[in-house]
């Protein structure tokens, strides 16, 4: 294989995203190479085409097999070990997504009841850091509860989700003259928002 010029534009980037994201270059790099493969490919391959060491491809490979985007194959007659990406792309939505919440979004809400529980103990000083804490647990609690949901749904109604977001957010007044119509409804002497979508 040969990395042509949109896909090694394509590398590059995604290995951007990837660092800033918090996800090691050559990982993002290497899940992106072997999104666009067509063919899997062996850790040789994948170091010559990155231009990265061995060592560092391997590292990011059992990584990415971690995460769940990158499966080992092997093909009959050969004995190195292949390695393809899930193609795709709301499956590997839904594996990021869930990886992200096991490694991320699950450890700080348990953080955040450990602290919640111990600001309970102290004293009134503490009543003001309890209120913030009890805040933010209850977002996280929220959009976590929603990724599962959006997570129980069909690909097919996931897809549907994602192409309406224009009518969600004019059914919930998010389009438009939303965010003034809440600053409007905060401040009574401020003018009615000129549009209406609700």
């Not at 919440?101 to 309890?130: F, N, W």
């Not at 996931?158 to 389009?175: E, N, T």
Request: glycine share 6%.
């Amino acid at each position: 294989m040969t990395l042509t010029p949109a896909a090694q534009k394509f590398v590059l980037h995604w290995g951007e995203m990837g660092h800033a994201w918090g996800i090691n270059r050559t990982m993002a790099q290497v899940h992106a190479l072997l999104f666009v493969a067509p063919t899997p490919l062996d850790a040789e391959e994948i170091s010559r085409l990155l231009d990265v060491s061995r060592s560092n491809v391997s590292t990011s490979l059992r990584e990415l097999i971690t995460w769940g985007v990158v499966k080992r194959v092997h093909i009959i007659g050969d004995r190195r070990d292949r390695f393809e990406a899930l193609k795709d792309v709301m499956e590997t939505f839904r594996v990021i997504m869930a990886e992200r919440r096991r490694r991320e979004m699950d450890p700080t809400i348990a953080l955040l009841e450990h602290c919640v529980r111990e600001a309970k103990l102290g004293d009134d000083s503490e009543q003001y850091t309890r209120a913030q804490l009890e805040k933010m647990l209850e977002f996280t609690k929220m959009v976590t509860e929603w990724y599962s949901h959006v997570d129980r749904l069909s690909t097919p109604s996931l897809l549907r989700l994602f192409r309406g977001g224009a009518m969600l957010a004019k059914v919930f007044g998010r389009l438009g003259g939303g965010k003034e119509k809440e600053k409007a409804s905060a401040d009574p002497d401020s003018e009615p928002a000129e549009t209406d979508l609700v």
